[in-house]
């Protein structure tokens, strides 16, 4: 009995992965190997395993993770001439910044994801910076941490901190600035108030300014090269709540008005404090920082106490 | 009792009492209450130095006494009340505002002597006060006796309990103790005396006051023959009264700050007319409506009905909710008031913390207290985002008032075994407890001035003891008529830089006074506090 070899015909490489491209583009959310072994039924593991390599060295193909397993997808042919000249893993870790967005990613990051090497990371990145294709960005609550994005990408808010950061560095003569202005504009509007000598309602009515007010007020006096919004105003207003110079009521606003947020509106008014200084601190044992160790017969005692004795000379 | 307020009480009772009573005072406060014998054993003082001591001190409210079952008498001292020494100054200056000289005069004579029958207190007020007059005119004994009703209707004096009128058998022994009770009617009535008569001069050179004094020897003498018709009926200061005075005063004047000066008017008529209604400790005075107030508004402020409506209505609205509103009656047409006064005593305490916060550690620290108190508990984080400060000084202050104990932190885990890389820590601010740290410092304080005072005074001993004398020389000089020359002999006695020393002395001890009543202002303020969130139901 003479054996018939059967010959496995051995298709065309460029046939399959054409074939499988096709698919690719009729299911555009990806395609697992499942769903081309399917397709091609007479085609065997080892083939089909170096088709897809082949789409995928030449960026016709994206290989992603889903909980069924490997999935194929298309890839965007835009994208695919671009990274022409770059090898598989740099194309690895632009895809791994391109999904951080705009919060950037740190380079210890890109490391644990794509499982490669901190010197090959650092030669990538290096490249990628040159090809104008991502950039750096100084993160400003860790200021030796570094960010990596997309190059044309704008940092987000939370690292490079708004308006009140230029270059890492919290602007605190800024916002002091800013602090001592609005706290004038609000007395002098109280004082305004004040000397109209009107029934009490109008009075008070009169001393209080809307946060909108105080925002005009400020973009008008120029003092800031950044470009202010309301929220930064209202953050530094409630900087003056809490030293207790200013008071805040909410009142409900016509939508429309100008300045009302959702129908409410923030009114501010200067105010004077609750009591005058205290009378312990009045004495120097109220800021003593000693006084714990102080007592009779000691080495600090009130007998031979050195602040008591400089007080006592004013 | 702490270590300081025993210290403070011992200082105190020592400065006023002397040696002996200061001795037993302290052994009472620190053992609480003991026997007679266990006194006596103790102290190692005799049985009769502890009885004249235990005596001076409960006439003075400061130890009180009480019947134990088995048979003995068991005595205890009240540190609360021997710490009040520390504020008479300050209700003697009150009832000086309040009912001039004379007033003045009747609660500095009840304060020193704890308790005392209305005709000796009349007697003595108006031979005081005769003697700061001009030559010739006298003290009427009526105008002292209105002043001292007029004290008593507006409850700043009260009667001592009295032993009660109990028909008891002969057969039964009375008990060693007497229990006193009083009447709540009875407690500020004044008993009908007719006091007739005028105060007189110590001076015993001015002729015609001789004669006016043979006159009245006579009825005097009849007087003294008998009882004073007001005999057994004592009195004494009602402390809490003040304490509510100086509550109203410290209300008035955070809202005259806060908004302005018609606005403090009102709130003072509102809490004079609730005075006599609302017990010291109660959380809200009685509901006003605003006629009453109207009609009761002091007579220069001459304020339209619709301008005193408004005001009201701003009182009620202003975020510091001093005064709210308790309905409508009459048709809408009048507003019912009343005043919150334990939010009230909460906000003077709280503003009072955080003027501490803000002389010791600086403005900044002030805000970020301000800060916690109103967001309650935030993260590190959060704590540099609100109050815009650069996170290396936010950390260095917060950590700063940590470790004074006005901030603690509060830990949250993620994991059950507390890892602090996965742990949140929370800063907050704990009034009560703030402000107990900062009452035991007050007291701290006090006795710190008492004691350099007494140093002060010490140091210089040698010097006051020459002026002394050197005074007394010269008074005896000038009473036999001797010589300009020979009085300024003597006065040159005391050289300059001594007299400079002098000087300096008088003025310290001056400076050092001032100040104890700065913080017992402060005291107040926190007492009051921490006593009315403890009597809370």
Redesign the interface.
């Known amino acids: 009995m003479a054996e018939v070899k059967v010959k496995p015909e051995v298709p065309d490489p460029a046939d399959i992965e054409n074939r499988i491209i096709e698919l690719c583009h009729q299911f555009p959310h990806g395609i697992t190997d499942q769903v081309i072994q399917n397709d091609m039924p007479h085609m065997e593991a080892q083939q089909r395993a170096m088709a897809i390599n082949r789409l995928l060295s030449m960026g016709q193909l994206d290989l992603l993770r889903s909980n069924a397993g490997l999935l194929y997808r298309i890839k965007e042919s835009q994208n695919a001439s671009k990274m022409k000249g770059s090898d598989n893993q740099e194309k690895l870790v632009y895809q791994i910044i391109e999904d951080a967005g705009n919060k950037g990613i740190w380079s210890r990051d890109i490391r644990y994801k794509s499982n490669l090497p901190l010197t090959e990371i650092n030669k990538i990145l290096k490249n990628l910076e040159s090809k104008k294709l991502i950039k750096a960005v100084k993160s400003v609550a860790a200021s030796k941490k570094k960010v990596y994005m997309l190059y044309n990408l704008q940092p987000d808010r939370s690292v490079t901190g708004g308006a009140w950061y230029s270059d890492q560095d919290f602007e605190s003569e800024f916002v002091e600035v800013l602090n001592q202005q609005c706290f004038k504009f609000l007395q002098s509007k109280a004082e305004a108030a004040r000397e109209s000598k009107q029934n009490p309602m109008i009075q008070r009515n009169s001393s209080f300014a809307s946060s909108h007010e105080v925002w005009k007020y400020i973009c008008e006096l120029g003092i800031s090269k950044v470009e202010l919004s309301m929220e930064d105003i209202e953050t530094i207003l409630n900087t003056l709540i809490y030293d207790g110079k200013v008071e805040m009521t909410i009142i409900a606003a016509k939508e429309g008005t100008v300045g009302s947020v959702d129908g409410q509106m923030k009114l501010y008014r200067a105010v004077s404090p609750l009591i005058q200084p205290t009378g312990l601190v009045r004495t120097p044992c109220g800021l003593c920082p000693v006084f714990d160790d102080c007592h009779e017969g000691g080495e600090i005692s009130p007998s031979n106490c050195i602040y008591m004795t400089e007080w006592l000379e004013f | 009792m702490t270590q300081a307020e025993i210290k403070l009480c011992s200082l105190l009772l020592q400065e006023h009492f002397g040696e002996i009573v200061e001795k037993i005072g302290t052994y009472l406060i620190r053992t609480g209450t003991q026997p007679l014998r266990m006194i006596v054993n103790d102290t190692g003082l005799s049985l009769d130095q502890v009885k004249k001591a235990l005596c001076v001190l409960i006439q003075h409210n400061l130890v009180t006494y009480q019947l134990q079952k088995r048979g003995f008498v068991e005595y205890e001292a009240q540190c609360k009340r021997v710490l009040r020494i520390l504020r008479y100054p300050r209700y003697i200056y009150t009832a000086k505002t309040l009912y001039n000289d004379t007033g003045e005069l009747i609660v500095e004579e009840l304060l020193l002597n704890g308790k005392m029958t209305m005709s000796a207190v009349v007697r003595k007020v108006a031979d005081r006060l005769t003697e700061t007059m001009e030559d010739g005119k006298t003290m009427d004994y009526a105008d002292v006796s209105s002043t001292f009703v007029r004290l008593a209707d507006t409850h700043f004096v009260q009667r001592c309990p009295l032993v009660p009128e109990a028909a008891e058998t002969p057969e039964v022994p009375p008990p060693p103790a007497p229990t006193l009770v009083i009447n709540e009617k009875d407690m500020y009535a004044v008993p009908k005396l007719n006091l007739v008569g005028k105060g007189k001069r110590r001076r015993s050179c001015d002729e015609d006051e001789n004669h006016e004094h043979k006159a009245k020897k006579h009825k005097k003498d009849g007087e003294d023959a008998e009882p004073p018709p007001d005999d057994g009926i004592y009195w004494q200061v009602n402390i809490d009264r003040f304490h509510q005075h100086f509550r109203d005063q410290?209300i008035v004047?955070?809202v005259a700050?806060?908004m302005?000066q018609?606005?403090s008017e009102i709130v003072r008529t509102m809490l004079r007319m609730s005075e006599v209604t609302t017990s010291s400790s109660a959380p809200y005075t009685q509901p006003l409506s605003s006629n009453e107030i109207f009609r009761s508004l002091p007579a220069g402020y001459n304020i339209v009905k619709?301008?005193l409506d408004?005001?009201l209505?701003?009182l009620a609205d202003d975020?510091?909710e001093f005064v709210g509103k308790s309905g409508d009656s009459g048709g809408g047409m009048y507003t019912v008031i009343c005043t919150d006064l334990h939010k009230a005593l909460a906000?003077?305490a709280t503003?009072?913390l955080?003027?501490?916060v803000?002389?010791?550690f600086g403005?900044r620290c002030?805000?970020?207290f301000?800060?916690l108190l109103?967001k309650k508990h935030l993260e590190q984080k959060q704590v540099e985002d609100?109050?815009?400060?650069?996170?290396k000084e936010a950390k260095d202050m917060l950590y700063k008032m940590l470790s004074e104990n006005f901030v603690s932190l509060q830990e949250i885990p993620k994991t059950p075994d507390h890892a602090p890389s996965r742990t949140f820590y929370l800063y907050t601010v704990n009034i009560l407890s703030s402000a107990r740290m900062?009452l035991h410092?007050?007291y701290?304080?006090v006795a710190?001035?008492i004691?350099?005072r007494q140093?002060e005074t010490k140091e210089n001993k040698r010097l006051l003891e020459k002026s002394q004398r050197v005074e007394a020389i010269l008074a005896s000089m000038q009473a036999t008529g001797a010589e300009d020359v020979q009085l300024q002999e003597i006065e040159e006695m005391i050289t300059a830089p001594e007299r400079q020393q002098l000087e300096n002395l008088k003025r310290?001890v001056n400076?050092?006074d001032a100040?104890e009543?700065?913080?017992?202002?402060?005291i107040f303020?926190l007492e009051s506090f921490i006593e009315s969130t403890l009597k809370k139901p």
Request: aromatic share 4%.
């Open positions: 410290g004047s955070a700050n806060r302005d018609t606005s619709q301008v408004q005001y209505t701003l975020p510091l906000s003077l503003a009072t955080e003027s501490i803000e002389e010791r403005s002030a805000r970020i301000r800060l109103r609100f109050a815009m400060i650069p996170a900062l410092r007050c701290k304080s710190n001035l004691e350099r140093y310290n400076k050092i100040s009543n700065q913080v017992d202002e402060t303020v």
